[in-house]
Antibody
Framework: QVQLQESGPGLVKPSETLSLTCTVS????????WSWIRQPPGKGLEWIGWIYYSGSTNYNPSLKSRVTISVDTSKNQLSLKLSSVSAADTALYYC?????????????WGQGTLVTVSS | DIQMTQSPSSLSASVGDRVTITCRAS??????LNWYQQKPGKAPKLLIYAASSLQSGVPSRFSGGGSGTDFTLTISSLQPEDFSTYYC?????????FGQGTKVEIK
């Protein structure tokens, strides 16, 4: 069974860079698309971007200038970096695997990790 | 960006009721529409993909329909474990976007 686990600091200061890692177990990171999705407390879901195992990426334009998603196939991990954070970036951050190549939804999710932006 | 609008935002229903949630896209997403269930403190769970295909392991009381801009998620007979928040999501074009959610509560 494929499992995803997010990890990283739970508290980040304003203007700094948020850095998270998603470790994939029970399956290879190869041949799939992977995404980061976030959810502010008590609110809805926002797609951040996707990465293909080869390294190609696609980001939400609303975050594009601040986001970098990368993949390390040797470690079966993907990473998220979000720069110049503010309180508006406080959210539960999920990594997820995309089903069916590209367009058939997010079939596996991590449990999520809460990141709070505060001084 | 394609805007996804769900209705209603919340509803109250009883066990055994038939429940239908609607999702409307601001432009056609063909059939690239997915539905998720989210319980408090948990990650969303994929229920329906490609508008009407039931995800493996999901009970058959869940069904999806529609194409273009108008879609539905139907629960044929609501069970106690179905009281959750439901989200639609389009994967036709990036940025992929979600509806605002529909909370299904116990009457």
């Amino acid at each position: 069974q494929v499992q995803l686990q997010e990890s990283g600091p739970g508290l980040v200061k304003p203007s700094e860079t948020l850095s998270l890692t998603c470790t994939v177990s029970g399956g290879s990171i190869s041949t799939y698309y992977w995404s980061w999705i976030r959810q502010p407390p008590g609110k809805g879901l926002e797609w951040i971007g996707w990465i293909y195992y080869s390294g190609s990426t696609n980001y939400n334009p609303s975050l594009k200038s601040r986001v970098t998603i990368s993949v390390d196939t040797s470690k079966n991990q993907l990473s998220l970096k979000l720069s110049s954070v503010s309180a508006a970036d406080t959210a539960l951050y999920y990594c997820a695997r995309v089903q069916g190549g590209y367009t058939y939804g997010f079939e596996y999710w991590g449990q999520g990790t809460l990141v709070t932006v505060s001084s | 960006d394609i805007q996804m609008t769900q209705s209603p935002s919340s509803l109250s229903a009883s066990v055994g009721d038939r429940v239908t949630i609607t999702c409307r896209a601001s432009q056609s997403v063909t059939s690239y529409l997915n539905w998720y269930q989210q319980k408090p403190g948990k990650a969303p769970k994929l229920l329906i993909y490609a508008a009407s295909s039931l995800q493996s392991g999901v009970p058959s009381r869940f069904s999806g329909g529609g194409s273009g801009t108008d879609f539905t998620l139907t629960i044929s007979s609501l069970q106690p474990e179905d009281f959750s928040t439901y989200y639609c999501q389009q994967s036709d074009s990036t940025p992929w976007t979600f509806g605002q959610g529909t909370k299904v509560e116990i009457k």
